[in-house]
């Protein structure tokens, strides 16, 4: 099974989660599935909440994964710890996506307006 190796100053956000640079973090095949998939329903569903659409299958994957890392960034300095699991995970890098496509909205000048359907 092919693994991805990926050094701590590679991944910003990994360099203070290792205890020493020499640390490494092995990605396997089946984690990379993983990731994407979170980011993908993570991105649909901020999608869904912000515009009332999505943004494609390679942008809902960004939004998604950028909202990931804004969200596990950003909970627990605010004293909020959720459980673990992959309902939990997509919850987060849903919330994180949410403000991250709300900062995108007020930085260019808001959103279309919102369609009401599902």
């Given at each position: 099974?092919?693994?991805?190796?990926?050094?701590?100053?590679?991944?910003?956000?990994?360099?203070?989660?290792?205890?020493?640079?020499?640390?490494?973090?092995?990605?396997?095949g089946e984690s990379l599935l993983i990731i994407?998939?979170?980011?993908?329903?993570?991105?649909?569903?901020a999608g869904k909440l912000v515009t009332g659409?999505?943004?494609?299958?390679?942008?809902?994957?960004?939004?998604?994964?950028?909202?990931?890392?804004?969200?596990?960034?950003?909970?627990?300095?605010?004293?909020?710890?959720?459980?673990g699991g992959v309902v939990t995970k997509i919850?987060?890098?849903?919330?994180?996506?949410?403000?991250?496509?709300?900062?995108?909205?007020?930085?260019?000048?808001?959103?279309?307006?919102?369609?009401?359907?599902?």
């Amino acid at each position: 099974m092919a693994s991805i190796r990926v050094m701590p100053m590679q991944l910003g956000f990994c360099a203070s989660i290792c205890q020493q640079k020499s640390d490494v973090m092995y990605l396997s095949g089946e984690s990379l599935l993983i990731i994407l998939l979170v980011g993908l329903i993570a991105g649909w569903l901020a999608g869904k909440l912000v515009t009332g659409w999505g943004f494609g299958l390679i942008g809902n994957i960004a939004v998604g994964i950028v909202g990931a890392l804004v969200g596990s960034w950003l909970l627990p300095r605010l004293g909020i710890q959720i459980g673990g699991g992959v309902v939990t995970k997509i919850l987060v890098a849903t919330l994180g996506a949410v403000l991250v496509l709300l900062v995108i909205g007020l930085i260019r000048g808001g959103y279309p307006r919102r369609r009401w359907r599902f």
